[in-house]
């Protein structure tokens, strides 16, 4: 009986992906980068002992959700790729000097894929900035799943759906940028 359930739960992982992956393509680019900063919060919260010093990083994104100007917003985060913060010789530009020490301890104690995780999140915002969208956002999209591999692949929850559903990928919808939002409007 172990052994059955072994097998199914094992495929019916895939299945359950490939139906969220499906679900994500009528998710705006915002709701994505709500999702993706979702579940980066999860990642963190069990990695490490202080989410506190994270949260500049997971600020700065959900900035993203209800930002006017996303250039602005990229000349923010761009601070926080995991090659920037651990690189000595820069400062983060929006976090004092000890914060950004801080932040870099942080970083400095994260796994290769956890800090993969930081920067594809990042990369949900940043894959159509310049470009045109087409279909639905395929750049947005990979970077999404990357997230979601990486919490089924090491057990965590993955946030349910629903409530990022409420911002769709449409022309009607800022040509599937989905509206300005705050935060609040995915809890």
Not at 43 to 59: C, E, V
Not at 174 to 186: A, I, K, S
């Amino acid at each position: 009986m172990l052994n059955f359930i072994r097998k199914w739960s094992a495929s019916s992982q895939p299945d359950a992906i490939s139906n969220l992956e499906r679900q994500l393509q009528v998710v705006s680019i915002r709701g994505r980068v709500a999702y993706g900063a979702t579940c980066l919060e999860t990642t963190l919260t069990s990695a490490a002992t202080d989410t506190a010093q994270f949260m500049p990083l997971l600020a700065c994104l959900w900035e993203f959700t209800s930002s006017m100007d996303l250039s602005e917003w990229e000349e923010k985060i761009m601070d926080f790729y995991s090659e920037s913060v651990l690189d000595n010789s820069e400062e983060i530009n929006s976090l004092s000097l000890e914060s950004s020490q801080r932040l870099r301890a942080n970083y400095a104690a994260l796994s290769t894929s956890q800090l993969a995780c930081i920067d594809e999140a990042i990369e949900i915002g940043r894959g159509n900035l310049y470009g045109g969208i087409v279909g639905h956002s395929a750049a947005t999209l990979a970077s999404t799943m990357h997230l979601v591999r990486y919490l089924q692949a090491h057990g965590y929850p993955l946030p349910l759906i629903d409530k990022f559903l409420r911002s769709p990928f449409s022309q009607e919808n800022q040509h599937g940028w989905g509206e300005p939002v705050d935060r609040n409007f995915f809890d």
